[in-house]
Protein backbone atom coordinates (compact mmCIF):
# COMPACT_ATOMS: atom_id res chain seq x y z
CA UNK A 1 0.00 0.00 0.00
CA UNK A 2 1.54 3.50 -0.54
CA UNK A 3 0.50 6.07 1.68
CA UNK A 4 1.14 8.62 -0.08
CA UNK A 5 3.91 11.59 -0.48
CA UNK A 6 2.35 13.95 2.35
CA UNK A 7 1.53 11.39 5.08
CA UNK A 8 1.31 12.91 8.15
CA UNK A 9 2.12 10.94 10.65
CA UNK A 10 5.40 10.54 12.01
CA UNK A 11 7.68 6.59 11.07
CA UNK A 12 8.11 6.30 14.76
CA UNK A 13 4.41 5.75 15.40
CA UNK A 14 4.19 3.20 11.91
CA UNK A 15 4.85 -0.19 13.57
CA UNK A 16 1.93 0.70 16.12
CA UNK A 17 -0.44 1.71 12.76
CA UNK A 18 0.61 -1.76 11.23
CA UNK A 19 -0.29 -3.57 14.54
CA UNK A 20 -3.69 -1.68 14.45
CA UNK A 21 -4.46 -2.14 11.12
CA UNK A 22 -3.98 -6.29 11.31
CA UNK A 23 -6.49 -6.09 14.63
CA UNK A 24 -9.03 -4.31 12.80
CA UNK A 25 -8.60 -6.37 9.21
CA UNK A 26 -8.87 -9.41 11.21
CA UNK A 27 -11.90 -8.18 13.28
CA UNK A 28 -9.93 -8.10 17.14
CA UNK A 29 -10.23 -5.28 19.34
CA UNK A 30 -6.95 -4.70 21.07
CA UNK A 31 -5.40 -5.79 24.07
CA UNK A 32 -4.12 -3.11 25.54
CA UNK A 33 -4.98 0.42 25.31
CA UNK A 34 -3.83 1.92 21.81
CA UNK A 35 -0.30 3.28 22.10
CA UNK A 36 0.96 6.71 20.76
CA UNK A 37 -1.35 9.46 19.84
CA UNK A 38 -4.97 9.14 18.63
CA UNK A 39 -3.74 10.13 15.10
CA UNK A 40 -2.61 6.75 14.93
CA UNK A 41 -6.16 4.80 15.71
CA UNK A 42 -7.60 7.52 13.06
CA UNK A 43 -5.12 6.56 10.29
CA UNK A 44 -5.77 2.92 11.36
CA UNK A 45 -9.71 3.52 10.98
CA UNK A 46 -9.02 4.88 7.79
CA UNK A 47 -7.02 2.80 6.01
CA UNK A 48 -8.56 -0.24 7.09
CA UNK A 49 -12.04 1.10 5.37
CA UNK A 50 -10.13 1.49 2.44
CA UNK A 51 -8.55 -1.87 2.38
CA UNK A 52 -12.36 -3.52 2.93
CA UNK A 53 -14.25 -0.92 0.56
CA UNK A 54 -11.20 -2.21 -2.11
CA UNK A 55 -12.62 -5.93 -1.27
CA UNK A 56 -9.05 -6.99 -0.08
CA UNK A 57 -9.41 -9.71 2.47
CA UNK A 58 -7.95 -10.19 5.48
CA UNK A 59 -5.60 -12.94 4.26
CA UNK A 60 -4.40 -10.96 1.39
CA UNK A 61 -3.68 -7.92 3.90
CA UNK A 62 -2.18 -9.64 6.55
CA UNK A 63 -0.84 -12.89 5.76
CA UNK A 64 2.39 -12.99 4.28
CA UNK A 65 3.06 -15.15 0.90
CA UNK A 66 4.92 -18.06 2.54
CA UNK A 67 2.63 -18.97 5.20
CA UNK A 68 -1.07 -18.24 2.77
CA UNK A 69 0.40 -21.25 1.20
CA UNK A 70 0.86 -23.48 4.44
CA UNK A 71 -1.34 -26.18 5.29
CA UNK A 72 -4.54 -25.14 6.50
CA UNK A 73 -7.10 -27.64 8.53
CA UNK A 74 -10.11 -28.10 9.08
CA UNK A 75 -11.94 -28.14 12.67
CA UNK A 76 -15.51 -29.28 13.15
CA UNK A 77 -15.90 -27.58 16.43
CA UNK A 78 -18.79 -29.69 17.50
CA UNK A 79 -16.85 -32.62 17.87
CA UNK A 80 -14.05 -31.00 20.38
CA UNK A 81 -14.13 -32.35 24.31
CA UNK A 82 -13.01 -31.41 27.33
CA UNK A 83 -10.18 -34.18 28.21
CA UNK A 84 -9.23 -34.44 32.12
CA UNK A 85 -10.45 -30.66 33.08
CA UNK A 86 -8.75 -28.87 35.43
CA UNK A 87 -9.48 -26.61 38.37
CA UNK A 88 -7.59 -24.18 40.06
CA UNK A 89 -9.55 -23.37 43.48
CA UNK A 90 -7.34 -25.96 45.53
CA UNK A 91 -4.15 -24.24 44.66
CA UNK A 92 -5.67 -20.72 44.71
CA UNK A 93 -6.96 -21.79 48.28
CA UNK A 94 -3.57 -23.03 49.21
CA UNK A 95 -1.49 -20.00 47.95
CA UNK A 96 -4.14 -18.10 49.95
CA UNK A 97 -3.26 -19.47 52.65
CA UNK A 98 0.26 -19.58 52.40
CA UNK A 99 0.23 -15.69 52.17
CA UNK A 100 -1.82 -16.16 55.59
CA UNK A 101 1.07 -17.81 57.16
CA UNK A 102 3.83 -16.23 55.81
CA UNK A 103 2.30 -12.23 57.23
CA UNK A 104 1.35 -13.72 60.04
CA UNK A 105 5.57 -14.52 60.62
CA UNK A 106 4.94 -18.10 60.41
Avoid: K, Y
Avoid at 16 to 21: G, I, K, P, S
Avoid at 51 to 78: C, H, I, M, Y
Avoid at 79 to 101: I, K, N
Amino acid sequence: MNLGRHFELDQAHWPALCVRLEELLAGQAGLLPAEGPAAVERHAQRIAAQLLARGQSVAESTVPAQRAAGDVQAVDVDSLGLVRPRTVVVEAAGLWQWGSWISSGC
